[in-house]
């Protein structure tokens, strides 16, 4: 879980270091380190659907852990277990109780 947890983080920083090159994060998937990231989380666990949720001004990508809860992060700043759906689709942060 740890990897996957430290891979998310990557992630995370890609996309707001694209946010600020580019005042948008729409397109923050396609960057090298979020790609990259997202390839060794994979390779830790490789069975598990991504949720994946961006605009141009928010952003939040949830997974399940293979140690049991789903984790997730978001342009809000929250690094956290969140519910079973992870994100709040119509908000972009995660979904916790």
Do not use: H
């Not at 079973?84 to 109780?97: F, H, L, P, Q, R």
């Amino acid at each position: 879980d740890a990897a996957i947890k430290a891979n998310m983080d990557s992630m995370r920083l890609a996309a707001e270091i694209y946010y600020t090159d580019n005042l948008t994060y729409t397109t923050a998937t396609t960057t090298d380190g979020y790609v990259q990231a997202k390839a060794a989380a994979d390779a830790v666990d490789p069975d598990v659907t991504w949720t994946e949720s961006f605009n141009a001004d928010a952003y939040c990508i949830a997974r399940a852990l293979p140690g049991g809860g789903v984790w997730c992060v978001d342009s809000v700043g929250a690094v956290e277990f969140a519910t079973t759906t992870g994100c709040v689709a119509d908000n972009y942060t995660c979904a916790v109780d």
